[in-house]
């Protein structure tokens, strides 16, 4: 079974609101996660790393005040996209930092 | 810097067809870990296998095998005898060892199709 779930699977949002996307490890604890991002007919793109109780490290060309990370707890981290803006439209992915990296679900997000 | 190739954008084959998916991957790190995921048209990234570094022995899992090669950077995969289910992105996948184990760098993906 799924180790890694995300919530919701579908967003849409206006222009200009912001979105929460949770990540949540079953069954084990996750001091580290991962966030990537898939744009359509592309590649994944580690956006950043989520760490339980300290701050997130972004990669380099990923604005961390638009995309907010917390990881407040040993099985959840949570992705919010501020002022979401149609470019942010994209298939957003995390993953636990486990042996063999599984991946959640994954929740796609439209900006109109 | 690390980098994934994945030359095969698109490969269509017919039903019970061998084919193969290359990968060339560089990186400047000695301890290293290689992976492949399949990505079906629902979205979800299926883990496949992983690899490390040290451990060039070939592997077979019922109808799927990898080879890899540290001589060309090579870490293929091979379905055999494919099966309409098998249509699905795949892609092959690096990361690096130590404190930076999981931070994946994913090749561009291959598109299998296979028809019946």
């Known amino acids: 079974g799924a180790v890694v779930s995300q919530h919701p699977s579908r967003v849409i949002c206006k222009s200009g609101t912001s979105v929460k996307i949770e990540c949540r490890s079953l069954d084990f604890q996750a001091t580290t996660m991962f966030w990537y991002r898939q744009f359509p007919k592309q590649s994944l793109m580690l956006m950043a790393t989520s760490n339980e109780g300290s701050k997130a490290t972004y990669e380099q060309g990923v604005e961390k005040d638009k995309f907010l990370i917390n990881h407040a707890s040993l099985t959840l981290s949570t992705l919010t996209v501020t002022s979401a803006h149609p470019e942010d439209s994209s298939f957003y992915i995390c993953?636990?930092?486990?042996?063999?990296?599984?991946f959640g679900p994954g929740t796609r997000l439209t900006v109109l | 810097a690390q980098k994934v190739t994945q030359a095969q954008t698109e490969i269509s084959v017919v039903e019970k067809e061998d084919v193969t998916l290359d990968c060339v991957y560089e990186t400047r790190d000695t301890t290293y870990y290689l992976f492949w995921y399949k990505q079906p048209p629902s979205g979800e990234l299926v883990f496949l296998i992983r690899r490390n570094s040290f451990d060039e022995q070939n592997e077979i899992s019922g109808r799927y095998s990898w080879n890899f090669q540290k001589s060309t950077s090579s870490f293929n995969f091979t379905i055999t005898a494919s099966q309409v289910v098998d249509s699905a992105v795949y892609f092959c996948?690096?990361?690096?060892?130590?404190?930076?184990?999981?931070?994946?760098?994913f090749g561009q993906g291959t598109i299998l199709t296979v028809h019946p």
């Open positions: 993953s636990n930092s486990g042996d063999e990296q599984f």
């Open positions: 996948a690096l990361s690096r060892g130590g404190t930076s184990y999981g931070k994946l760098t």
